[in-house]
């Protein structure tokens, strides 16, 4: 398929860019006929290095909060402070939504956060769906910011908030 590429006029730099994917792809076959189900854990780490890291510049890498940059397999950066800003709006954002969670009858809000070198991105997800009752989220607005402000201080990685209504009020749970 690749000296017809090459030969129709179809494009030179074409083949020569793909086949680079080409040749990674039939090296992550092999593996896959070799190891199998056999030795997952050796299958799924070169799955990673290939389709992962095989693309980024270490630079690329070290900006991702990916190993392998100055040779270093463990090397990550360093997680930087978070803007009080960046808190302050997620806060507003998580108490919104019990509020709303409220207002729909909601018994569970997932919060999630996301948290990389340089910042936090949160999301939710609400659910056990019942009847309405009255907007308790803005009582839980001083813990909330103890949680979300607790999750901006830790390490890269992805935390959650698991929030449950009854019907004395919400109550919060971090998870990390």
Same mark, same amino acid.
């Given at each position: 398929?690749?000296?017809?590429?090459?030969?129709?006029?179809?494009?030179?730099?074409?083949?020569?860019?793909?086949?680079?994917?080409?040749?990674?792809?039939?090296?992550?076959?092999?593996?896959?006929?070799?190891?199998?189900?056999?030795?997952?854990?050796?299958?799924?780490?070169?799955?990673?290095?290939?389709?992962?890291?095989?693309?980024?510049?270490?630079?690329?890498?070290?900006?991702?909060?990916?190993?392998?940059?100055?040779?270093?397999?463990?090397?990550?950066?360093?997680?930087?402070?978070?803007?009080?800003?960046?808190?302050?709006?997620?806060?507003?954002?998580?108490?919104?939504?019990?509020?709303?969670?409220?207002?729909?009858?909601?018994? #569970?809000?997932?919060?999630?956060?996301? #948290?990389?070198?340089?910042?936090?991105?949160?999301?939710?997800?609400?659910?056990?769906?019942?009847?309405?009752?009255?907007?308790?989220?803005?009582?839980?607005?001083?813990?909330?910011?103890?949680?979300?402000?607790?999750?901006?201080?830790?390490?890269?990685?992805?935390?959650?908030?698991?929030?449950?209504?009854?019907?004395?009020?919400?109550?919060?749970?971090?998870?990390?």
């Amino acid at each position: 398929m690749l000296d017809h590429m090459a030969t129709s006029g179809a494009g030179l730099r074409l083949v020569e860019g793909g086949m680079a994917n080409i040749i990674r792809g039939t090296a992550i076959q092999e593996a896959m006929v070799a190891a199998g189900g056999v030795i997952p854990a050796i299958t799924t780490t070169m799955l990673r290095v290939f389709l992962d890291l095989g693309d980024h510049t270490p630079e690329e890498r070290a900006a991702l909060g990916r190993p392998g940059d100055a040779g270093d397999a463990s090397a990550t950066p360093a997680a930087q402070p978070v803007p009080q800003g960046q808190i302050d709006t997620t806060v507003d954002i998580f108490v919104g939504t019990l509020s709303s969670a409220d207002r729909q009858g909601y018994r #569970r809000v997932v919060f999630t956060i996301q #948290r990389t070198a340089t910042e936090i991105s949160p999301g939710f997800e609400m659910s056990t769906e019942q009847s309405p009752m009255s907007e308790q989220g803005e009582s839980m607005r001083s813990i909330m910011a103890i949680m979300v402000g607790q999750a901006a201080r830790q390490p890269i990685g992805q935390y959650r908030i698991i929030a449950t209504r009854s019907s004395s009020g919400w109550s919060l749970q971090f998870e990390s």
